[in-house]
Nanobody, 124 residues
């Protein structure tokens, strides 16, 4: 099972940027679909973006399209989420997770390995 550790969260003003990182301690990420999910206070955890093991398939939530970019460096066992033009509604705890399914998916129920999360707060 993957051991994932997120970093890069923080407090940023609306319109600002952050880059989140997710590092695998141990297993290579090369065989896993990786997703970024977020959970706002009082809300369910939702998918933000996912990328297939090869990097050939990506998914973005409608609310972040054009603002967020997912990328991965399998050699460095790291996945990134570049977040630009941040809005207050992007506030929440951001988690990365891995899915070891054969077919690409961004279904949260398929992700079995989770990091501890990193807080992102967008506020003036």
């Amino acid at each position: 099972q993957l051991q994932l550790v997120e970093s890069g969260g923080g407090l940023v003003q609306p319109g600002g940027s952050l880059r989140l990182s997710c590092v695998s301690h141990g297993l290579t990420l090369a065989y896993y679909t990786i997703g970024w999910f977020r959970q706002a206070p009082g809300k369910e955890r939702e998918a933000v973006s996912c990328m297939s093991s090869s990097g050939g398939s990506t998914t973005y939530a409608d609310s972040v399209k054009g603002r967020f970019t997912i990328s991965r460096d399998n050699a460095q066992k790291t996945v990134y989420l570049q977040m630009d033009n941040l809005k207050p509604e992007d506030t929440g705890v951001y988690y990365c997770a891995g899915a070891g399914t054969i077919q690409y998916t961004c279904d949260i129920s398929e992700f079995g390995s989770w990091g501890q999360g990193t807080q992102v707060t967008v506020s003036s």
